[in-house]
């Protein structure tokens, strides 16, 4: 019988040592918001594979769907033969997208691939090679993905050299000092000492960023970078990867600030857990690339749009956008109340995408990752599952479907408690 631990023993011969796990769960089945691991041992799933899972493991709709679509075909290469699902969810993907500007859509496989495409176009419609990303940010683990990341550990150390002409400004933080007149001032800083505007193709950004530890770009900032890409001739890349389809409780949280995007990413949560991700901008920056320039073999598969085409249904139908803000509230009247408080350092949210920073005698500049450790193998063990994040790793971030019920949600809070009361005391 295969088992768990046997097939950990395996995984160490069989898999390299870099691609990391989190937990040494392994998965037999899913449903909704838990999952069971080969043993029959059940956990209440607060990760939703990297935020992808927003419909949940399994959804009855999206399973149908792909179902439906395994009767048709698997593939034939848009490139070889269009089918009807990609061109029907580019048209709504571009209804979607913040702004009232006529827009056209790509579809790809993965988030990075959609982040190297926009860079691809933004640099073919400006003819322009320059790019700035932010400190903190995480846009992939390709070599362009690398060089835009703004976290050396574990993302960039050993791999560089690195593609040139990227450079970082500081994202804005409150918790850390760092406030929106900081944040510009670096930028207009970099823009006199590193790289001339003129040669900057686009600025890239998440509206919240998810590897940095959930740090929220307040409305203020995304407004005043869309006046200076404006002033400058910068394309404004929003990064919407772990934010898109209802995770913040809005569709994309770009929507927050009230701004257009001239091309915006997305990937996770688009097509239910099938690889499948999408750039999206105003039509004539994305004809900029000629024709050949842009696409993939397995760019678009047939199953991920027809999946994403049901994502699309259920976040409508079952009012995920609203849902999310409801999940929100309740994690973090929750976690409020904590006992131990003055090792939450700060809870910050929006939407269900949900953070808490951990620190030691409640000082924002003593992080405690190894808390942060401490409380996602303590979950594990005890049936939850976490993720921490954050550029110091001090930070738990909480990404449950937004599906779950607010049973499930307090019977994990309920753990979590317990894991910081038995953290505690070991300690």
Not at 99 to 118: F, R
Not at 135 to 163: E, N, Q
Not at 343 to 351: A, E, Q, S, T, Y
């Amino acid at each position: 019988m295969t088992t768990s631990d046997s097939l950990l023993q395996l995984r160490k011969a069989a898999v390299p040592q870099g691609i990391g796990h989190v937990t040494d769960i392994v998965c037999a089945r899913a449903e909704n918001a838990e999952l069971w691991d080969l043993e029959g041992r059940r956990y209440i799933d607060f990760a939703a594979g990297i935020a992808v899972l927003n419909t949940g493991h399994n959804h009855p709709k999206v399973k149908a769907a792909v179902e439906a679509q395994l009767q048709k075909f698997s593939h034939t290469c848009f490139h070889v033969a269009l089918y009807p699902d990609y061109i029907m969810l580019a048209d709504q993907l571009n209804k979607l997208a913040p702004g009232s500007s006529p827009k056209k859509t790509m579809l790809l496989s993965t988030g990075v691939e959609a982040v190297e495409n926009a860079i691809k176009i933004a640099r073919a419609a400006t003819g322009r090679s320059g790019i700035v990303s932010f400190s903190g940010a995480f846009h992939g683990r390709t070599m362009m993905g690398m060089a835009l990341t703004g976290k050396v550990i574990p993302y960039k150390a050993g791999f560089g050299p690195f593609p040139s002409e990227v450079f970082h400004a500081s994202y804005p933080h409150l918790y850390h000092g760092i406030s929106v007149e900081d944040s510009l001032i670096s930028l207009n800083t970099l823009f006199k000492v590193d790289v001339d505007p003129s040669r900057v193709a686009a600025i890239i950004l998440e509206p919240v960023q998810g590897e940095g530890g959930f740090n929220i770009a307040p409305p203020a900032f995304l407004q005043e970078l869309r006046k200076i890409c404006d002033a400058h001739g910068i394309l404004l890349i929003i990064d919407e990867i772990q934010t898109g389809f209802a995770r913040t409780g809005r569709m994309f949280a770009t929507e927050y600030a009230g701004i257009e995007p001239d091309l915006m990413t997305m990937a996770k949560g688009i097509a239910g857990g099938f690889p499948l991700s999408a750039v999206t901008g105003k039509a004539e920056i994305m004809d900029a690339a000629p024709v050949g320039g842009l696409g993939g073999t397995y760019a678009g598969s047939p199953i991920g749009c027809a999946a994403a085409l049901a994502v699309l249904e259920v976040i409508e139908q079952e009012n995920l956008c609203e849902r999310a803000q409801q999940i929100g509230k309740v994690f973090v009247d929750r976690l409020g109340k904590f006992a131990h408080k003055e090792r939450i350092g700060d809870i910050r949210h929006l939407g269900a995408m949900i953070a808490i920073e951990l620190v030691r005698d409640g000082d924002a500049d003593k992080p405690d990752a190894e808390l942060a450790r401490a409380l996602v193998a303590a979950g594990r063990k005890k049936g939850l599952i976490l993720l921490s994040c954050g550029t110091r790793g001090n930070v738990i971030r909480f990404l449950p479907p937004l599906t779950i019920s607010d049973a499930l949600i307090h019977e994990g809070l309920d753990i979590l408690e317990n894991c910081f009361d038995e953290v505690e005391t070991e300690r």
